[in-house]
């Protein structure tokens, strides 16, 4: 047998040569990766206050370096027939003070006696500020006994509303319902996928090996992003992005390899031929679709934004882990396994053989798309051009109290505050750094900009001013008018940055710097971060995807064709977000109300995702159309041999995915929604429309200019394909 020059053929051929060092030195990489990041060196996780990008952000790293706010409590006392006035409303109150001051964690009380403008403008609602003593990034798991208080002041006067919101208590039920949202992401998608194989297979055996091989790299995963973490602090979501991304790789992978080699065996090839001719194919794709995506999610890190950086360096790593394994344990599993791999049928499931590798039902749908391209073009580049055209109203949104499930208590105790105090729930933080923010200049500046801020009828009381120990920094806290993230609350903030503070604070020499943080400021700062980074992001991907595309497939008009079709199904996708997450189609069926935009990060994170995983298929289709025209079909011929033979199992491998990510479309949490409605409405139309129609109905409308290489790009690499041991590949010069 000709020795393979193929790297991911030699890859193959040692792996089927030392089969136990492959497979167990498998297990024991994943096993010692694991242990020994997250007991040894453990993941380092990105604090809220240095997640912030633009001004907004550098007065939160100013905070967390000199002002270490602690978690601000707050209880409604509420009465629909009393007002603040009423002594009965204040012996109410008084007992609530007196209940909460015994706790041991309670400090920095301010009542409405104190501060009139914690009384509401119709004197029914008042409000008790608090801090919880202590770090509050752990202030969530002092809470509860505070939590409990309430509710037991709540039940000595039951003709009240007694109710408790602040970052504490909103943290640890947010988080709870975000952890359980997670979790049932994760116990589900594991069941999902493997029911799903064991359609695509047909036995158990076969099923199991894609699912092994994808977990087992998120394990080594999530031991290995210790690393990176020291330099890109990861999500807390980290996890449940590793498990999604590693699953749909690993699957993909996979199901790519074993199909083929399955198809080979079936065509008479022996076991050691088939494996090699499936390694120096599929696995080369498996290879560039692996570079490819490893390509897109790295435009992440062109995006400024710190959890981008770091879903940009574990989505990366997870497609390596993915691909290293597909090119060394998966061959090995395959040679020791050989015709065993079909052990295990299930009598239930009747598995469609195609002949000769091809797909009856793609074959039936290619049919006409072939030998009608033109129209096959039309409708269906019409229809996706009509979605991307709806993706024009795509409007983006940081996620606010208003997208998170109005079921909640804490969330219904918001909107109570809310509505009794706009804004105060999510105000502006006017931060103020002096060497002396209690001078007579420096409050002087700060009477100022209260008065002001008032005046502009954008912003309300009560108007909170904090200092710190040193009194070299100051918090004022300026209600905002609006939702928090809508356009009467950026007004706010514009005001506040644009006109009111530069004729301030700006005016004072002492004071060293000054911003404006706090939820409106931030979202503001982030989708202009993104706005200002799309074109980078975007050119960065495009063109590194196409010089591949170039090098692999010597040809300036399939990397051409492969973009604009990826570019068209992420443009169809946003306007599937736009129709159901802003136009409300559906809302209904998936349980949601919120419809004022979309979450800021979505957009870019589905664009770098979908722009990866989609080459996966197209890769995938394109080798096996190359594989044919290299061995002397027509292109019209390869066309329609390389897409029957390889639709299939795109379509399973895609099946995977779609159902996999529409599992978030069932979260509680929006942003998760929206994340896996797009995603699972991305991959159903490109392993459908793009991939079965519009791919090849261009392809065949073509024809050989497919092939076209201008002579001045001669020089490029020629990378030869390997189509088994009698043809063994060679890269030359």
């Not at 002002?67 to 002594?87: C, Y």
């Not at 696995?283 to 790295?298: E, K, N, W």
């Not at 606010?400 to 109005?406: E, I, N, V």
């Amino acid at each position: 047998m000709t020795e393979p020059r193929n790297l991911s053929a030699r890859m193959a051929h040692w792996s089927a040569q030392h089969k136990k060092i492959a497979i167990f030195g498998w297990l024991a990489f994943c096993f010692v990766a694991f242990a020994f990041g997250t007991m040894a060196l453990g993941v380092t996780s990105l604090d809220a206050s240095n997640a912030g990008v633009r001004e907004s952000g550098r007065m939160d790293r100013l905070l967390d370096r000199d002002f270490k706010t602690p978690a601000g409590e707050r209880v409604i006392i509420q009465s629909q027939t009393l007002t603040a006035n009423d002594p009965r409303f204040a012996v109410v109150v008084a007992d609530v003070l007196r209940r909460l001051k015994a706790n041991k964690t309670t400090t920095n009380f301010t009542t409405p006696v104190q501060d009139t403008g914690l009384i509401s403008a119709d004197k029914h609602s008042a409000l008790i500020d608090f801090d919880v003593a202590g770090d509050p990034d752990t202030a969530k798991d002092r809470v509860q006994p505070i939590l409990d208080t309430t509710a037991a002041a709540q039940a000595a006067h039951s003709d009240f509303v007694i109710e408790e919101f602040g970052a504490a208590s909103g943290d640890k039920q947010l988080g709870k319902v975000f952890t359980d949202d997670l979790k049932k992401a994760g116990e589900l998608s594991i069941p999902i996928t493997l029911g799903i194989l064991l359609l695509t297979f047909g036995a158990l055996v076969a099923a199991g090996i894609p699912l092994l091989l994808g977990l087992t790299a998120v394990i080594a995963t999530m031991g290995l992003l210790a690393i990176p973490s020291k330099i890109f602090p990861m999500d807390d979501s980290i996890g449940a992005v590793v498990l999604l991304i590693g699953l749909a790789v690993g699957v993909d992978y996979t199901m790519f390899y074993l199909k083929r080699e399955r198809e080979e065996r079936r065509e008479g090839k022996s076991p050691e031929e088939a494996l090699q001719i499936a390694a120096a194919t599929s696995g080369r794709s498996v290879l560039i679709s692996g570079i490819t995506v490893m390509i897109a999610m790295a435009g992440m890190f062109l995006t400024g934004d710190p959890a981008f950086q770091g879903f940009g360096a574990a989505t990366i790593l997870v497609v390596a882990v993915a691909v290293i394994g597909s090119l060394t344990v998966l061959p090995a599993m395959l040679s020791w396994l050989g015709d065993r791999v079909e052990k295990i049928h299930l009598p239930a499931v009747k598995r469609l053989r195609p002949d000769h590798g091809e797909s009856r039902f793609w074959s039936a749908i290619l049919g006409p798309v072939l030998r009608h391209p033109i129209p096959a073009i039309a409708l269906s580049a019409g229809f996706l051009l009509i979605l991307c055209g709806v993706a024009l109203q795509l409007k983006t949104v940081v996620p606010g109290a208003d997208t998170y499930p109005q079921s909640l208590p804490v969330v219904k105790t918001y909107n109570k505050m809310q509505k009794a105090f706009p804004g105060g729930e999510t105000p502006a933080q006017v931060v103020i750094k002096a060497d002396n923010v209690r001078s007579v200049a420096v409050k002087e500046a700060i009477g100022q900009l209260s008065w002001r801020a008032l005046y502009s009828n954008v912003m309300h009381e009560p108007i909170l001013t904090d200092v710190n120990k040193s009194g070299t920094v100051a918090v004022i806290s300026i209600p905002v008018a609006g939702s928090g993230t809508d356009a009467t609350s950026r007004k706010a903030v514009n005001a506040l940055r644009d006109q009111i503070l530069p004729n301030t604070l700006g005016l004072v020499p002492t004071i060293q710097d000054y911003g404006v943080s706090g939820d409106t400021a931030s979202s503001k700062d982030f989708n202009d971060q993104m706005g200002q980074r799309i074109p980078y992001v975007f050119g960065f991907v495009i063109l590194l995807a196409f010089l591949l595309l170039l090098i692999t497939f010597r040809s300036i008009v399939i990397p051409t064709v492969s973009i604009v079709l990826n570019l068209l199904s992420v443009g169809a996708c946003y306007g599937v977000l736009v129709l159901v997450f802003q136009h409300g189609i559906g809302k209904g069926i998936l349980n949601f109300s919120y419809t004022d935009g979309v979450a800021g990060f979505i957009p870019m994170f589905l664009f770098v995702i979908l722009f990866g995983l989609s080459m996966d298929y197209h890769v995938f289709i394109l080798s096996r159309v190359r594989e044919g025209y290299d061995q002397g079909r027509t292109t019209a011929d390869a066309v329609a041999h390389g897409v029957k033979v390889s639709a299939g199992v795109v379509t399973s491998a895609a099946i995977v995915m779609v159902f996999v990510f529409a599992i978030f479309g069932t979260l509680q949490i929006l942003f998760l929604k929206q994340f896996g409605v797009g995603l699972a409405a991305a991959i159903l139309i490109d392993a459908t429309i793009i991939r079965a129609v519009l791919l090849p109905a261009t392809l065949k409308l073509l024809d050989d200019s497919i092939w076209y290489l201008p002579h001045w790009l001669e020089w490029l690499p020629r990378i030869e394909r390997e189509h088994g041991p009698e043809a063994p590949s060679v890269l030359a010069p």
